[in-house]
DNA sequence: TTGAAAGCGCTAACAC
DNA sequence: GTGTTAGCGCTTTCAA
């Protein structure tokens, strides 16, 4: 009593197997009459097409495999989304998989679906060495997300993080700061571009003489560490960018903390526009990144090469441009508006 | 030059097809001479096995198909957290899908899980009809999380809500509540369950005239709107049980709003330890599911079938017990202390 | 338009 | 221990 076969619903059908798998892909040329009669058989017999078996034949599976690097985090949902919207619209399939930010664990991942023999892998924020990306990508496209490296026909797509830095800078600066200090995020992902857009965008504008960085590591507790830090100091600034949404929120913590008000005393701006930054609590000024669109980029760059219209070691990249979320918690700064 | 296959593999070392097979899944009865022949020759040639050919010849895939409801929803990251630590350790390997809150999207992706031939399938909070789920039951077992179905076969493990609700309640009471009122979820997952158990625990400590439900709707917009309401009625609670975090803290954002402090004059405790009640800025008190319990039972329970050491038309139900997490939302209320 | 036959790459008896 | 031989359920020429 185990599943019905292409043969059992030719048998009853009174037809080949050939015939059954033509309309199970319905092919045109079938005759109306011999369509009716399979769909019918198939149905009673509640056939169900048996993917292994089509995949081992055909040698294409039509499925392509999406490492997210972190499932518990929002972001890589969102490219997701993207990246399932893109690949629906042209009949693939998406098989997902997370090694919870583990290199080991990625590594097993992507050796799973190589092994399943997808036709593309997508790989969003990986923590795999590179050398692993290359050999992936020796064997079936490969196109990586929210990471850049140096390796032949690997795709990238990643957002403009020195881009967004600059917006959180000139934002401030339109509003009249020019004490504005950075609360970095060490070695994370991103947090090297979003440091150097923070000292370029205050150079550019003549404030180079304002520049502060401190270290931060994109936790809460690091980013209020970091701020007690500045308030302490002789000169404390009157706005923050933070290198993300979370130490952002430490930010705002450390500032309550002193007994100053945001945006009041001092205006603070997150990184990447989290449901945190959009809670009514916290309504913070943000900067977005364009994620579903990243998603959808990177499943067209796999295409494009699984289907033959891009080829060759050539590694294409897209660079995304992100936007300012404007919320609460940035305004003019109050000594400035006071001395006017 | 397409990728070798366990041919190539036996030709170059010199032995026969079955002999690599034995030595790709490790079969003990192969001499130490043949495997590292073999394993060499594997090496040389960047062998890698065709999972797709190995599963149409074996029935077995040791894949189970995992369905988030939303993947934007941590939650379930954290059921997927279970779920895999209890996979890995039982030599399975998990596929993800998620059908994006969408019933007919989650209807593929378990189509394509079947097709896939999975050999069982979780299910962590479908919104599929249980038609459905019944009948994918019926193919190959199937264990349901945080969602009761009555339907033969169907195992399901969900949280106690109602207790989770009474740890609330009781929590409350203790510090020397008396007037708590409920701002629930409407129909959402677990709200109606989340009523109950406020209001068995309300009666159960001699509170019943205290009982106060206001419609809430698991949003942090409801859930201030909701306290709004409270605050504005002539005899306000001095404590609130909201049905979720979220609302939870549009509670905190309403009772501030009304120049009231949390939890000097009123306390709140939310519900589910969503990162969101974690962080230091909200740090609020509320219930906590076993997450990764559930989704480790859930695996256990579809592996018990998979393997025989269950089997047959009866659902087992597991329901895990929630936990308190006393944050800083909740203290003994001001009136009483005053008067005391 | 339909059917026959030869694989796809592997596993699983069964012999040797 | 190791090799031989059938399939697993489907796709894909190639004829008819």
Do not use: C, W
Request: cysteine-free; charged content about 20%.
């Amino acid at each position: 009593m185990s599943a019905p076969t292409m043969e059992d619903v030719a048998a009853r059908a009174g037809v080949s197997r050939a015939l059954v798998s033509l309309v199970m892909r319905n092919s045109p040329k079938v005759s109306p009459a011999s369509r009716s009669a399979v769909l019918a058989a198939a149905a009673e017999l509640g056939y169900r097409p048996n993917a292994i078996a089509r995949h081992l034949a055909s040698s294409r599976t039509t499925m392509l495999g999406v490492l997210l690097s972190d499932i518990h985090n929002p972001f890589f949902a969102e490219i997701y989304d993207g990246a399932d919207a893109e690949a629906v619209t042209h009949g693939y399939r998406l098989l997902l998989g997370t090694g919870s930010l583990n290199p080991v664990r990625e590594r097993d991942a992507v050796e799973a679906f190589l092994e399943l023999r997808v036709d593309a892998l997508v790989l969003a924020g990986p923590r795999l060495p590179s050398t692993v990306i290359a050999a992936a990508a020796r064997e079936v496209p490969v196109a990586l997300v929210s990471r850049l490296i140096r390796a032949d026909a690997v795709d990238t797509v990643v957002a403009d993080d020195r881009a967004g830095a600059g917006l959180a800078v000139r934002h401030l600066a339109s509003l009249g700061h020019r004490r504005i200090a950075h609360v970095d995020g060490g070695a994370g992902a991103g947090a090297s571009a979003r440091r150097t857009g923070y000292q370029k965008a205050m150079t550019s504008l003549g404030l180079q003489a304002h520049i502060q960085v401190v270290a931060g590591d994109f936790t809460e507790v690091g980013g209020a560490g970091a701020v007690r830090r500045l308030l302490q100091s002789g000169d404390p600034p009157t706005a923050i960018f933070a290198a993300n949404d979370l130490s952002g929120a430490g930010a705002l913590d450390a500032v309550e903390e002193a007994g100053l008000r945001v945006p009041d005393d001092i205006s603070v701006v997150g990184y990447d526009n989290t449901a945190l930054a959009a809670l009514h609590h916290v309504s913070m000024t943000t900067i977005n990144q364009p994620r579903e669109e990243m998603g959808r980029l990177a499943v067209r760059m796999v295409l494009d090469r699984v289907e033959g219209r891009a080829s060759g070691p050539t590694a294409r990249r897209a660079v995304l441009t992100p936007d300012l979320v404007v919320r609460r918690t940035t305004a003019v700064p109050r000594r400035q508006v006071e001395s006017a």
